[in-house]
């Protein structure tokens, strides 16, 4: 019987290449595409991966279960890697490889195939994620072996297979796209002093250009979900995002230029856009804090954002950790219902309001006014229990 793998398919130069490469070794190859909003045309994938060599293609819409299972989890633990990447392109391999193995297993296959370089993350979270998840499967990453040292290879080699190749001016950069967000990387990008090029920007428009006018948006919460853009229900969480990308994306909101740690030991310069990401980030977390009492939302601050971010980012999403967080913040984002107003000006978004009924704001707590019902000389005794320590400090080692 001859030997079947399932390949995660782009329809791209590298991926098309790749099937006729398998197939030449004996496979028998089915490959498998997922629209997590790329925003490209899938209609004629299937075409182009049989005219590559595939006895079968697959192609599914994953947006709405990308959104659900994956971006919602992180955006409730408000991870970022490094403090500043919404881990677009992290996200959705996990997800590609839980589909990867169930092919597998419906189409009889022992074999599933990425087509992620050796010295990136993706190959690590393709594999962990595949193991995890079917310790048996064997992965293969032919970019990690192949003979091919350039584009001009590959465009060779495939004239020479009959391969339909769109030979496009190519484009200096890499570009992984889905509905979170785009990273870019390559070609000026890797002087890390270089500002990046206009070109490289594929859903932002640029904050000079962006409307010299602000615009304001009202996203709604119910139990830690959004639901809604100025008052507009969506019953898709995968469209309120896309609608967010478009509507902050022209003001320029969610471009992040970084140079970040690879789980390699490489540093790589990495520019981002997420800006529908960057506004829920903002959203999310100022509705969380209005709702959350001080203990648990400091604790949350500490152990969450960037412990959830390495878990996502060195491919360790199918493990329990990741699962007994999101336990911990599903419990949180119970209280999460609400409005957050938000002003998007060129590149930047700031929350301007914000409304719970679960909100811990208790004004005559809080105000200045004669309204105030807080008890003053309970602040006194507080003060005085709270800093008796630096006083017995300052008692035995500055005294006079
Ligand atoms: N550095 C980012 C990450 O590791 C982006 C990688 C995106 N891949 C690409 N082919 N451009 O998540």
Request: net charge negative; with cysteine; proline share 6%.
């Amino acid at each position: 019987m001859a030997k079947r793998v399932v390949l995660a398919y782009s329809g791209g130069l590298d991926t098309s290449v790749m099937v006729r490469w398998l197939a030449e070794r004996g496979f028998e190859v089915i490959t498998y595409t997922a629209d997590v909003g790329q925003g490209e045309e899938l209609s004629d994938i299937p075409e182009k991966a049989k005219a590559s060599g595939a006895v079968e293609a697959i192609v599914e819409d994953l947006r709405e279960e990308f959104a659900r299972e994956y971006c919602l989890p992180t955006l409730r633990s408000l991870a970022l890697y490094e403090g500043r990447y919404p881990l677009t392109a992290s996200l959705s391999r996990p997800l590609i490889s839980k589909k990867l193995v169930e092919y597998a297993k419906k189409l009889s296959a022992d074999y599933v195939a990425h087509g992620s370089t050796g010295k990136g993350n993706d190959q690590v979270r393709f594999e962990l994620s595949v193991w995890a998840l079917n310790p048996d499967i064997e992965v293969l990453a032919p970019v990690r072996e192949w003979e091919f040292r350039s584009r001009e290879d590959q465009v060779e080699y495939a004239k020479r297979q009959g391969i339909p190749v769109k030979v496009t001016k190519e484009k200096p950069y890499s570009i992984d796209r889905n509905l979170w967000g785009v990273s870019i990387e390559c070609g000026p990008l890797e002087d890390p002093w270089e500002e990046p090029p206009e070109d490289a920007f594929q859903i932002t428009t640029s904050p000079e250009k962006a409307p010299d006018d602000p615009e304001y948006v009202t996203v709604g919460f119910e139990e830690g979900v959004p639901v809604s853009l100025n008052g507009r229900r969506y019953e898709r969480l995968s469209e309120l995002i896309e609608d967010l990308n478009q509507i902050a994306g022209r003001h320029g909101i969610g471009r992040i230029d970084m140079v970040e740690n690879r789980l390699v030991g490489i540093k790589s310069r990495e520019v981002y856009e997420a800006p529908g990401a960057t506004v829920l980030y903002e959203a999310y977390g100022d509705l969380l804090s209005l709702v959350t009492d001080r203990f648990t939302f400091h604790y949350f601050l500490t152990h969450v954002p960037h412990e959830y971010a390495k878990i996502v980012y060195e491919g360790l999403w199918f493990t329990p950790l990741r699962s007994a967080l999101d336990a911990f913040t599903s419990k949180l984002a119970e209280r999460v219902t609400g409005e957050v107003r938000l002003k998007l000006f060129k590149g930047k978004v700031s929350v301007v309001g914000r409304r719970s009924p679960n909100s811990l704001y208790v004004e005559d707590l809080a105000t200045y006014s004669e309204k105030d019902a807080f008890d003053h000389t309970a602040g006194k005794h507080f003060t005085r229990v709270w800093g008796l320590p630096l006083k017995v400090l300052g008692r035995k080692f500055r005294s006079p």
